[in-house]
């Protein structure tokens, strides 16, 4: 069973424009979140994370929001640039096990 | 830079052969794990071990073993190959001091015919 689901396969984005990838998960126990960014034929390589007792963490142009009530998560992209042009993994933890989801390709259009 | 690589990029084996699936890292990283990404599944946890000769099953450990005899090497192993094992393999390390983060290699794509 799924525990961590990105339920939007893909998304396309104008450049310059907001991107908003979103990921729900069912486990209370997941105490950390992480978002990984793939591009084909590399390793997901780790973009950005946050602690479940925070709500928000933003680094550059990405922002990390975390809802616990809704067990949501949400990465946003402002402005989006064709180099963010990838797959997009949220992953979440408890104890030393970590749960992927399944991924969002994202295309940000010129 | 932390550097994790994989003994092959590709790999095409028959059904029924073993296989072995190398990873080396070089930033002296205590965890080490082992993944398939299969399409609309994501990445799914094989093993992880926690240091040298340490490991624990993750969710989909049947057909798979583990050998961690060095810190920087961990190998996956399939006893048998069968055709629903024809995956993508990753490779991932984590450093415990430094966060939950994990460093992935390039991976290995497994066919199995």
């Known amino acids: 069973d799924q525990q961590v689901k990105q339920n939007s396969p893909s998304l396309s984005v104008q450049e310059g424009r907001i991107s908003i990838l979103n990921c729900d998960y069912t486990?209370?126990?997941?105490?950390?979140f992480l978002w990984y960014k793939k591009y084909p034929a590399e390793g997901p390589t780790f973009l950005i994370s946050?602690?479940?007792?925070?709500d928000k963490n933003e680094d550059g142009r990405f922002t990390v929001f975390l809802n616990k009530s809704a067990k949501h998560l949400s990465l946003h992209i402002v402005p989006s640039q064709p180099g963010d042009s990838a797959v997009y993994f949220c992953?979440?933890?408890?104890?030393?096990?970590?749960?992927f989801g399944t991924g969002t390709s994202l295309t940000v259009i010129p | 830079d932390v550097k994790v690589t994989q003994s092959s990029r590709y790999l095409v084996k028959r059904t029924g052969e073993k296989v072995f699936l190398e990873c080396v890292q070089d930033?002296?990283?205590?965890?080490m794990f082992w993944y398939r990404q299969d399409p609309g599944l994501g990445l799914r946890l094989i093993y992880f071990?926690?240091?040298?000769?340490?490991?624990e099953k993750g969710d989909i450990p049947e057909g798979y073993s583990v050998s961690r005899e060095k810190k920087e090497r961990f190998s996956l192993i399939l006893e048998s190959a069968s055709t629903n094992q024809t995956s993508m393999y990753l490779c991932?390390?984590?450093?415990?001091?430094?966060?939950?983060?994990?460093?992935f290699g390039p991976g290995t794509r497994l066919t199995v015919l």
């Open positions: 486990n209370s126990m997941f105490d950390y």
């Open positions: 930033m002296d990283h205590e965890n």
């Open positions: 946050i602690s479940s007792i925070k």
């Open positions: 071990s926690y240091d040298v000769k340490m490991k």
């Open positions: 991932a390390t984590r450093y415990l001091i430094s966060g939950y983060e994990q460093f």
């Open positions: 992953a979440a933890r408890t104890g030393n096990q970590f749960y």
